[in-house]
């Protein structure tokens, strides 16, 4: 597609229940990143992956989440028994190559979680 | 902890006025780019600095790397109500890092 798309674009969900949100990259595109922003923050860094694996997935904050990219496209974010503290924007960004490269991202609008 | 420091952290200002806010870091960085993010969406690339001392200008935005490569700045002219919005400072090396960001708000 034109750029990158993320599904869903608001999820409420029960604390404790499984999410996956959806990240469709800009096609081409051989990198992909997951951030997460709370209100009033800058994006925080989850994982990246160059191709289908994740070449850095440091920011990750628990073993409740995971990501996947399992033909280096489509990447998916799972986090499993969501807490409160999960509720924020989570975005998606894609790019040709790498940030330290100098290429620069493009994100998608965000997936919106609410964790109630 | 920020690994880079964004300020100020707001700033409101009249349409006309220039402004300049600034992007701090201990680190050193291969590249520096600057995002603007509006409510409700991602955010959008306005530069990317390489080399250190660079200056580079988009219409009325200037921005600048620090010359060891740990800082930057944009400096906007006669700021307009369309500028509006988070100014996102980013740091490169294997992977991007994000400052708090600047929220400003220019008044007509």
């Known amino acids: 597609g034109a750029g990158v798309s993320q599904t869903p674009s608001n999820k409420v969900t029960e604390k404790g229940k499984y999410v996956e949100l959806r990240c469709d990259p800009i096609s081409g595109h051989t990198a992909l990143y997951w951030y997460r922003q709370s209100l009033g923050q800058g994006p925080e860094f989850l994982i990246y992956?160059?191709?289908?694996?994740?070449?850095?997935d440091s920011g990750l904050p628990n073993d409740r989440f995971f990501a996947v990219r399992p033909e280096g496209s489509v990447s998916t974010l799972k986090i499993q028994r969501t807490e409160r503290g999960d509720s924020a924007v989570y975005l998606c960004a894609s790019s040709l190559g790498p940030a330290g490269q100098g290429y620069g991202y493009t994100f998608g609008s965000g997936t919106r979680l609410t964790v109630v | 902890t920020q690994l880079l420091e964004q300020s100020p952290q707001f700033l409101s200002i009249q349409e006309g006025e220039n402004l300049t806010v600034y992007c701090n870091s201990s680190s050193v960085f291969s590249s520096l780019q600057w995002y603007r993010q509006e409510p409700g969406e991602g955010p959008v690339l306005l530069v990317t600095?390489?080399?250190?001392?660079e200056v580079k200008k988009l219409k009325r935005l200037t921005f600048q790397f620090g010359d060891a490569r740990k800082d930057s700045s944009l400096h906007i002219t006669a700021a307009q109500p369309g500028d509006t919005g988070l100014y996102l400072c980013?740091?490169?090396?294997?992977?991007?890092?994000f400052g708090a960001g600047t929220r400003l708000t220019v008044k007509p």
């Open positions: 600095v390489v080399t250190g001392g």
């Open positions: 992956f160059q191709g289908t694996g994740a070449a850095d």
């Open positions: 980013a740091g490169n090396n294997n992977d991007m890092r």
